[in-house]
Each structure stands twice: as C-alpha cells, then as structure tokens.
C-alpha cells in the first residue's frame, strides 16, 4: 500500500518507515538512498530522518563503506516470534513433501492477506520444469487456484469488498478481473469443492486448491494446492490431483484437531 492509499487516520511517517522496510524485504539486493527516493517516490529531506530511526533500531542495516541499505536483523527476530500460523506448519511439511512424492508436483500453502495469497510453505516438484516460488511470495489471488480457495473462506461481501478496492490486472487471456465474476467461479468451486487456476496466472501453468481452514476455526485462511505444468496435465486433469489433495488437507485438519474438509 502506498502512502497516498493510506487509511483515513493513518500516521503518514509510520506508513513511510513501513514501506522502506517492506520494499527491503523484497529487493533482490541492497539499495542506496537515490533509489530508494525515486523507487518509493518519497520527499528526500523526511527520507533521511526515516532511514537514520530505522537503522538505529535495527529494522534497516546500512553499510558504512557502499552507503547501501538492506533489511536489518530486527525484522529477522520479529518475524522468528510470528506465531499465525504455527498449527499449520507443525505438520503441514511432511504432509506437504509426501503428497509432492505422489504426484511428482509442486504443493503450496498459503495464507490470505487482503487480496493476494502469502505462501508459507512449498515442497517443490523433483522435475525440472517447474513453478519457480518460494515462501514469502505474494501473488494475486483472483488469478490463481489457491487464491480462489482462499476468497471462498471469507462472506461473499467481504471478498467482493477486496477486491473492488484494487485494480485487479489481467495476467493472461484467460484471467477474470470483474469482481463479480471472480465471486461467481469462487462460488462454483465452494459447490465443487476444490477450485482451479487454468493458465489464469501464467500461461502454461495448472493448479487444483482447495481452502484448509477458516478464520473462524484458527484465525486464519489458509489453503493448499498442487501446481503443474500444463503439458503435464492429462484428460483427467483436474480430478486425477482433487482426491490426494483431499486426502492429504484432511490428514492436516486431523492432525490440527479440526473436523471436515469443506463447508458449504
């Protein structure tokens, strides 16, 4: 969220420090003060304010010799205290790698934040042609399967209301971005029971997902699903991955103490 999108009542230099730490987080290397200014589009003369609390309190780390900044050791101890999603990672990874040694494909768990799924955990297909993702990536969640899966734990006025208050770009030829017709594939898929990315997110890419919790079970939506390559997929393609993913989102239920798979 940039700082012009800020909510109503928001403190605008909270809002600033957060994005440096955040655009940090996800840069592939170590950024200077120029870029940082023009990448953020942020006023100079505040920037140097901001930079000089961050890195005294160890959010932000700059290199005395390159006058480069990186992510700082404090946000790696915050985040080694996050504990949101603890239940689904305490079994979810063994689970995950032997239902990935099953169906030869790549297995993810996401969480919803907003309108975009947070991946948690990924065991990755042994082929070479593969998705290319890794845990902390965020990706739109009206395009893909597991995004789809997660919207479907939220009341249809809740996801309708995220994601009218984005703009939701096309990613594909087959991508939807009417909220309303996103709403009435999340539908179907609740009836259905799993959801599916057919080359909506990146053309030649297939994904079968289906939601793990609900926010009123753990306080968090969650989901799991297998991505493919498409030539890789067969006729029985999406059923011949609905029921192991099935099975293998009970056993994580089971293993969580929560009861069921899906709900209506």
Known sequence: MSVSEQPQGSVKSAGRALEIVEFLAEAAESQSFPQLVAALELPRSSTHGLLKTLVSAGWVELDPATKRYSLGLKAWQIGQRYDGHRLLLESGPALMRALTDQTGETVQMARLDGVENVYIAITPSPHQMRLASNVGMRLHAHATGIGKALLSTLSDEDALHRLRQVALPRLTDKTLTEPTEIMSVVARGRDLGYFVDDEEFIDGCRCVAMPLTW????????????????????????HSMVEPLRRTVLQLREGMHLVGVARS
């Not at 926010?215 to 999406?238: C, F, H, K, N, Y």
Request: aromatic share 4%; charged share 25%.
């Open 215 to 238: 926010p009123d079970e753990t306080g968090v939506a969650a989901a799991l699903s297998i991505t493919m390559p498409t030539s890789r997929t067969d006729e029985r393609w999406p």
